[in-house]
């Protein structure tokens, strides 16, 4: 089986920083793209951040030069580096991949469990 694990959360004042961290682990044959979503309270998940097959990036306009995604393949780990946070960043972010895996060869997608992120003065 495949497993996404986060960590990184926690509470952080406006205009603070926080490092989200996802490890992915299992019988895994290759990762794809990775991706960072969040869920505000109340509202629907949205896609913050991807990193793309070829490692090119994309953001939601929304933390575009705020926030920036990277992954470490020798690790099978995806990164979220979270600055000048604003208020309405608060939400339960969750990690999410294209993983490959080894039994039977396929591709599937795969979520973490989320960890909180609360922006708070």
């Known amino acids: 089986q495949v497993q996404l694990v986060e960590s990184g959360g926690g509470l952080v004042q406006p205009g603070g920083s926080l490092r989200l961290s996802c490890a992915v682990s299992g019988s895994i044959f290759s990762i794809y793209s990775m991706y960072w979503y969040r869920q505000p309270p109340g509202k629907q998940r949205e896609l913050v951040a991807a990193?793309?097959?070829?490692?090119?990036?994309n953001y939601a306009d929304s933390v575009k030069g705020r926030f920036t995604i990277s992954r470490d393949n020798a690790k099978n780990t995806v990164y979220l580096q979270m600055n000048s946070l604003k208020l309405e960043d608060t939400a339960v972010y969750y990690c999410?991949?294209?993983?490959?895996?080894?039994?039977?060869?396929?591709?599937?997608?795969?979520w973490g469990q989320g960890t909180q992120v609360t922006v708070s003065s």
């Open positions: 999410n991949a294209d993983v490959a895996v080894t039994t039977p060869l396929s591709v599937h997608r795969y």
């Open positions: 990193i793309i097959s070829g490692g090119s990036t």
